[in-house]
């Protein structure tokens, strides 16, 4: 086996896993083949959508393999047939089986968007930012039958910036993802690493996120408005309800305040500014930069604003 040139099979789904498998595709090993979830119906019309990693694969000719499961005896033989000394796993969706688990010589590596046991599961970049965490990273883990339960082989860590989107911070740690893997693949094939055993007491569940999570309750802290904001850039989008339109809030700022308003004002637009609609929350206010009203695109608040008298209006919930 030569670890400068390992030959790699790539299970993966999203542009998270689509930045790996770049990498991978510029490095000196090979990859013989990819394992992606198959074409999903997507957009107005519903057409029938090839992932990013798909995408990227056939690009650069590599064998595409689409299995609904890796369950099956036909999904195992192919995947045996492509001869992996490792498969490299980012964002895949599907279940490993242990068969597949136990196929390569070097096992099975998962990138994973968090510091590991913290936020297992399928949602950890968003998770992070809602549970208000000041830092997270990206792991290297030897995966197991477990929810990423398997030993950390290379870890590195980042804050998370105190007005950062999970887009935002999704893009880093895709980028991090990448640089680190190519730093282990060769340091685990020569048993360079040392595996890290996670302590399951500390552990914690990123929950995959749903789209009714996404409708604001102004009765709620500013900050915590703030980090669902963030949390739901770019999906599912946070959401409230104004002048009976569903509005969508992309983007926010918190604001120190000594005003006292009641329970009953939380939601009102107390001020309207050149660049923000500025909101009562359950403590201070909060100012929205950037709103989107229905049919229309995301747009500065000085043009979410034109046309419409908001001053004294009030922000409800939506009811999903």
């Not at 950390?152 to 980028?175: F, W």
């Not at 399951?200 to 309750?217: G, V, W």
């Amino acid at each position: 086996m030569n670890c400068e040139r390992l030959k790699i099979v790539f299970a993966g789904t999203p542009e998270f896993a689509a930045v790996a498998l770049k990498a991978l595709l510029s490095s000196s090993h090979d990859v013989v083949g990819v394992l992606t979830q198959p074409d999903r119906p997507a957009g107005r019309g519903r057409k029938l959508t090839s992932s990013a990693v798909k995408l990227m694969a056939q690009e650069a000719s590599v064998p595409v393999l689409q299995p609904a499961s890796l369950k099956t005896e036909e999904a195992l033989k192919e995947f045996k047939a492509l001869n992996a000394d490792v498969l490299v796993v980012a964002a895949y969706g599907l279940i490993l089986p242990k068969a597949v688990l136990e196929t390569p010589p070097l096992g099975c590596l998962n990138i994973h968007g968090s510091l590991l046991p913290r936020w297992r599961g399928a949602a950890p970049i968003h998770r992070a930012i809602l549970a208000g965490d000041t830092e997270t990273g990206v792991c290297i883990m030897q995966m197991d039958e477990g929810l990423d339960t398997g030993d950390v082989l290379l870890e590195k860590r980042t804050p998370i910036g105190i007005d950062e989107s999970v887009a935002q911070l999704h893009d880093r740690l895709a980028t991090m993802g990448a640089q680190i893997l190519l730093e282990a693949l060769p340091a685990r094939c020569n048993d360079e690493l040392q595996a890290k055993v996670q302590d399951n007491s500390i552990a914690t569940y990123a929950e995959k996120l749903f789209k009714s999570e996404a409708a604001l309750d102004f009765t709620l802290a500013a900050a915590e408005l703030d980090r669902r904001i963030r949390a739901f850039n770019p999906w599912p989008v946070a959401e409230a309800h104004l002048q009976g339109k569903r509005v969508r809030i992309w983007q926010c700022r918190i604001v120190d305040s000594d005003e006292h308003h009641s329970a009953k004002d939380c939601g009102t637009i107390v001020a309207v500014l050149d660049d923000a609609v500025r909101v009562q929350a359950g403590d201070t206010t909060i100012d929205l930069t950037v709103l989107q009203w229905p049919g229309k695109k995301a747009q500065p608040a000085a043009e979410f604003l034109q046309g419409h008298s908001l001053q004294g209006e009030t922000f409800s919930s939506v009811q999903n």
